[in-house]
């Protein structure tokens, strides 16, 4: 058949068969408000399939990054994980590790986040709570206590800050023999999106952004294994963003990092392959299985034909994914099983490369183990037991995901120009364009929950039936205590002459744009210097920051 | 609604502490100030100091705070305590966020006048507030 006759067949289908009944009262439309129609056909595909569809392992990706994906090896399944102080998330990775988990995530506390020290005034009451305490070298040690770093690849979530961190585990590893170059991982250090949307830092936007330069190119020459920043929508989903403004905020903030990056001087293949993304896993299974997709085809196309990469690898988008915070309920808790399952599971088929699934209890408090331990093993029964990672992208072809792709795709170019007539992703971040088109978008998914055209199981919809009282994590107020004096104890014994001196290099290095901080900083961690003295250091230069809300 | 002879509601929404989960806040401040009322946000990263400090300042009938850190136990309580110390206690104090059961009780025994956790929504708020203000 011709297109055209496609076509007319499709509408004789919808005439004659698809209208004999009436259509049920919902919206018909993915989460972020896409329509979706009743059918999709071959006349959906994209005009050139071989180009855009293409084969797993080569150019554009959209079928996978790698040539054998899950056939050569499985996800690496990577639970977000930290609470208290570093001897209790030592305990919780062993636990995991224990448990069948093949990477660690570190969640940090807010005080460590923002840069503070545990005895800050301003991290009373937020010490362990969100994650764990980390003010020292002598913390970071504890941390990875009997976990081999050359061994095991670790993540960090770290952001503003994520310089000092990188010091504190490169030292660390330093400490036991291990070289940088033998230290495998990732640390976030994606700034634009915090001003965009996590909303933790240190400084203002552009010294931030130095900082992101100087750790892209200090770990292009001395950590081949690690990626020094993970490009995140992630948190701008969270916020409130559509799939199509993760994904395309996402890869413009990733395309800046590489227009910075190149404007200093270094060589795209240099440093691009070490470039890594992490994506939200939502509830709107096609959307998030296209968005993916979208995503590699995108990426490999302007770093190819945009920024005239050579290498392979730096066409090459790889991610890792963790399901929707947001999409979780505090009313029936165990209704976020099936939840988390079914948003793994578009994870797995968009072909992410780790994963992280929330626990059942993620509305109420940080995970208890019991709860994480149904998390990790959603991924091993998706691993083992339902088939889907026998073949490769098994939903390419699919006239509807790839519909989707394409449209994901078109609606990120859309915002890449409103972007660049903007002046560009910092100046659009400066203005706020970002930050509010998520309060918007936010506003009006909240306004379809309560207007009932958007049902959430347990919350307006099934809202029968009592919960079952659900334990929760607790942190214990005493482990605050306990922090401030462990790090009074690092202050109290080390040479305070030597601490006072690299501080100082630091302050007068951080005035020169073209000096790369990170050799200082290691120094800094070396001296046992703790992260509030090293960023009030560096404020004394860069400033601080404050945000002109916009709602 | 407001009727133009009535003066209208003043609701400080803040973000105490270093939590940086602004979504619910935003969303919340959007609907009151839809509602009529008067909305000031305060953005975030507030200290106790400087939330009771645009309270007094703003003459607020209400202060909405949005907490998902898990440092409420803190932060609220000593909110309470500032209020009652500058003799601005009749400001209702309304709370949201992460906020286990056992110490949503905890809280209003001390003062906090409703607690708003994950699922309420909007009307629910602005119902609240107009009333306990009107009350």
Known sequence: MTTGERLSELDRWERDTFSRAAERDAPFSTISGEPIKPLYTEADLPADPDAAIGFPGEFPYTRGVYGSMYRGRLWTMRQFAGFGTATETNARFRYLLDHGQTGLSTAFDMPSLMGLDSDHPRSEGEVGREGVAVDSLDDMETLFDGIPLDQVTVSMTINAPAAIMLAFYVVAAERRGIGPEALGGTIQTDILKEYIAQKEWCFPVDPAMRLVGDMIEWCSKHMPRWHPISISGYHIREAGSTAAQELAFTLKDGLTYVEQAVARGLDVDDFAPRLSFFFNAHIDFFEEIAKYRAARRIWARELRDTFGARKPESWRMRFHTQTAGVSLTAQQPLNNIVRTAIEALAGVLGGTQSLHTNSFDEALALPTEQAVRVALRTQQIIAEETGVANSID??????????????????????????????????????????????????????????????????????????????????????????????????????????????EQLVEAAHDDGENLMPLLLEAARVEATEGEIVNALQTVFGSYSEAPVF | MATSTEKKIRVVVAKPGLDGHDRGAKIIARALRDAGMEVIYTGLHQTPEQIVETVIQEDADAVGLSILSGAHMTLVPRVLQLLKEQGADDVIVTLGGTIPSDDVKELKDLGVAEVFTPGASTQQAVDFIRGAVRA
């Open chain 1, 394 to 503: 098994p939903l390419g072809g699919s006239y509807l995901v790839e519909a989707l792709t394409d449209r994901m795709e078109e609606q990120a170019y859309e915002y890449f120009e409103k972007i660049d007539q903007l002046g560009g992703m910092v100046e659009a971040v400066k203005r706020g364009f970002p930050q509010r088109e998520i309060a918007d978008a936010a506003f009006r998914y909240q306004q379809e929950v309560e207007a009932g055209e958007r049902r959430v199981v347990g919350v307006n919809a099934y809202t029968e039936g009592d919960d079952l009282a659900t334990p929760i994590l607790r942190i214990d107020p005493e482990l605050e205590v306990e922090q401030i004096r462990r790090v009074e104890a690092v202050r109290g014994r080390r040479d305070a002459d030597a601490v006072a001196r690299v501080l």
